[in-house]
Structure formats: structure tokens, C-alpha cells
């Protein structure tokens, strides 16, 4: 019997066969970090999937939440991000070590390139990215990276990445809310067997407010931001709603008893208006 029950989350299955949960929770430099709700996360939500980057600079306090829940390394799935800062061959291989010892763990689950764009002064953006890929590539071989991916990739770089490399990547995660459905990116990925996950599944609470989302959530008696992750998971996406809050964290988390109507999928779907709340990557060459 585990020490702790997991939440009971399905599963999306990664070209290489393995099966990283649909839900998983998010943690950043913006807007804090908070100890307390990591662990009260794992050991008190069910939570199994953690999201990172280095460019968050929370890897070391994640390790020691980590340690605190006191769960087995293999009940979790740990992703973690390279920055652009660190691309290159040499240089993403010893990121990546370097942040496996600061997390006090021997691999990551997943491994992504965080963007699409060199921070090397001189360097093509291709190039570089075919490069750093290769590193991720041997990481992956070595089994320092159980999979690896991209992040705020968009299928251009995806179609150069597949031309200049061997391993297509297992994942790509982007920006994914009712305001920015980026379709033909998601109908790319599904033919090429890459994952689609999406961060800032609330619009940083910009679409809390709409109020098609607000009638939704009036008419299942949920939160609108159940709603919204609901929504998200239902169209086979990976999800990782982030906060530091413990009573939003188990909102986040009570959404697999909920099922939206087709009309419901409908409205949502018809909120796209292409907005970005974040980083948005479409002039990245």
C-alpha cells in the first residue's frame, strides 16, 4: 500500500510507451513558490506529475518537498526545461546533470527544450536547436531522460527539428486555453505521435471571468476553473494548471468526476480568439 493514494488520473500514452498522467501541477518563479503546497499536493491531492524549469530556479526547493512526501521516485513523473541560455551540445548536457543534482534525482521523466529561440549571440536558431537536440537525444540514450521534448515549439521548427534529428520528439508543450487553441499545431503533433500539452490552462484568470465559462460552471455547479481544466483534458490534452494555493490545488484536482456536454465543448471551443498570455513564439525563425 502506497504511503499516499494517488489521484486517480488518467494517462496519456508518449510514442515510447510511456504513460505520463493528464493532470499534472505547475510551479514558477512568477507569483512565488510555495513549499508547503508541493507537498500538500503530493501527499494530500494525489498529484504524481510536477512540471519545472531551471529558469524557474525552484529546483532545489522542489527536490526537498520532493523528499519531504516521502513517495518513491518511480510514482512520480518529473519534467523539467532547458533555457536557451544553456543550448548548444556540451552546454544542455551539463544542464541537464547539473539540474538532476539539484533536484537530488538520477533522471527526469521528461525533458524539454523551453523555447524555440537561441540566446547565443551569432548563432542560426536551427542550428542551435538541432545541436541541443542532439545532446537531448544522447541524455535520452543514456536514460538521464526517460523522454524527451520541446516547448513552445510551433511546426515549422517541428518539421526542421525532424529533418536535422533522429528522435522526433515524445512531447510539445504550449500555451493552451479557451482564448488560444492553436489547432493546426495540435492536428500536426497527434499525426506525428508527438503529445500535446498545454501550460496556462486559465489564461493566468483571464478566462475565469468569460462569461460562457461562468454559465458552464453555474449549470455543472463547478468552479470556472474546473471548467476550464475539464475542458482541456477532454480534448486529450496534458494539463498542468499551476498555483501555490492549497484549496485551488484540490479544485484543480476534483475535475475527473465532471463531464462537459458536446454543447459545452462547442462554446469553449468557440472562445478562440488567439490571444497569448505569455510568451508567444510565432517570429521565432
Same mark, same amino acid.
Given at each position: 500500500?502506497?504511503?499516499?493514494?494517488? *489521484?486517480?488520473?488518467?494517462?496519456?500514452?508518449?510514442?515510447?510507451? &510511456?504513460?505520463?498522467?493528464?493532470?499534472?501541477?505547475?510551479?514558477?518563479?512568477?507569483?512565488?513558490?510555495?513549499?508547503?503546497?508541493?507537498?500538500? /499536493?503530493?501527499?494530500?491531492?494525489?498529484?504524481?506529475?510536477?512540471?519545472? /524549469?531551471?529558469?524557474?530556479?525552484?529546483?532545489?526547493?522542489?527536490?526537498?518537498?520532493?523528499?519531504?512526501?516521502?513517495?518513491?521516485?518511480?510514482?512520480?513523473?518529473?519534467?523539467?526545461? &532547458?533555457?536557451?541560455?544553456?543550448?548548444?551540445?556540451?552546454?544542455?548536457?551539463?544542464?541537464?546533470?547539473?539540474?538532476?543534482?539539484?533536484?537530488?534525482?538520477?533522471?527526469?521523466?521528461?525533458? *524539454?527544450?523551453?523555447?524555440?529561440?537561441?540566446?547565443?549571440?551569432?548563432?542560426?536558431?536551427?542550428?542551435?536547436?538541432?545541436?541541443?537536440?542532439?545532446?537531448?537525444?544522447?541524455?535520452?540514450?543514456?536514460?538521464?531522460?526517460?523522454?524527451?521534448?520541446?516547448?513552445?515549439?510551433?511546426?515549422?521548427? &517541428?518539421?526542421?527539428?525532424?529533418?536535422?534529428?533522429?528522435?522526433?520528439?515524445?512531447?510539445?508543450?504550449?500555451?493552451?486555453?479557451?482564448?488560444?487553441?492553436?489547432?493546426?499545431?495540435?492536428?500536426?503533433?497527434?499525426?506525428?505521435?508527438?503529445?500535446?500539452?498545454?501550460?496556462?490552462? &486559465?489564461?493566468?484568470?483571464?478566462?475565469?471571468?468569460?462569461? %460562457?465559462?461562468?454559465?458552464?460552471?453555474?449549470?455543472?455547479?463547478?468552479?470556472?476553473?474546473?471548467?476550464?481544466?475539464?475542458?482541456?483534458?477532454?480534448?486529450?490534452?496534458?494539463?498542468?494548471?499551476?498555483?501555490?494555493?492549497?484549496?485551488?490545488?484540490?479544485?484543480?484536482?476534483?475535475?475527473?468526476?465532471?463531464?462537459?456536454?458536446?454543447?459545452?465543448? %462547442?462554446?469553449?471551443?468557440?472562445?478562440?480568439?488567439?490571444?497569448?498570455?505569455?510568451?508567444?513564439?510565432?517570429?521565432?525563425?
Amino acid at each position: 500500500m502506497p504511503l499516499f493514494p494517488a *489521484l486517480s488520473c488518467p494517462t496519456v500514452q508518449l510514442s515510447n510507451a &510511456l504513460e505520463i498522467p493528464i493532470l499534472g501541477l505547475g510551479t514558477s518563479h512568477n507569483g512565488g513558490y510555495s513549499h508547503d503546497a508541493v507537498v500538500y /499536493a503530493l501527499t494530500e491531492c494525489g498529484i504524481r506529475h510536477l512540471d519545472t /524549469a531551471k529558469r524557474y530556479g525552484c529546483e532545489e526547493k522542489l527536490g526537498e518537498a520532493i523528499k519531504e512526501s516521502r513517495l518513491l521516485r518511480s510514482d512520480l513523473w518529473l519534467t523539467n526545461k &532547458l533555457w536557451p541560455g544553456d543550448y548548444g551540445y556540451k552546454a544542455a548536457k551539463k544542464a541537464c546533470l547539473d539540474s538532476c543534482t539539484a533536484m537530488g534525482v538520477e533522471y527526469f521523466d521528461l525533458y *524539454l527544450m523551453h523555447w524555440p529561440e537561441s540566446l547565443k549571440v551569432g548563432s542560426f536558431n536551427r542550428e542551435i536547436r538541432a545541436e541541443t537536440w542532439r545532446a537531448l537525444e544522447d541524455l535520452y540514450k543514456e536514460g538521464v531522460c526517460h523522454a524527451i521534448g520541446v516547448s513552445n515549439f510551433l511546426v515549422r521548427h &517541428l518539421e526542421q527539428l525532424k529533418e536535422d534529428c533522429n528522435v522526433v520528439p515524445h512531447v510539445n508543450q504550449v500555451e493552451y486555453h479557451p482564448f488560444q487553441q492553436p489547432h493546426r499545431l495540435m492536428e500536426y503533433c497527434r499525426k506525428d505521435g508527438i503529445v500535446f500539452e498545454g501550460y496556462s490552462p &486559465l489564461a493566468k484568470g483571464q478566462v475565469l471571468s468569460d462569461p %460562457v465559462v461562468q454559465q458552464i460552471a453555474k449549470k455543472h455547479r463547478r468552479t470556472a476553473a474546473q471548467i476550464c481544466i475539464c475542458w482541456s483534458i477532454q480534448n486529450g490534452v496534458v494539463t498542468i494548471p499551476k498555483s501555490i494555493k492549497k484549496n485551488r490545488i484540490q479544485e484543480n484536482c476534483q475535475v475527473f468526476g465532471l463531464q462537459l456536454d458536446e454543447e459545452d465543448m %462547442v462554446a469553449l471551443g468557440n472562445l478562440h480568439d488567439g490571444r497569448h498570455v505569455t510568451w508567444d513564439p510565432t517570429n521565432v525563425e
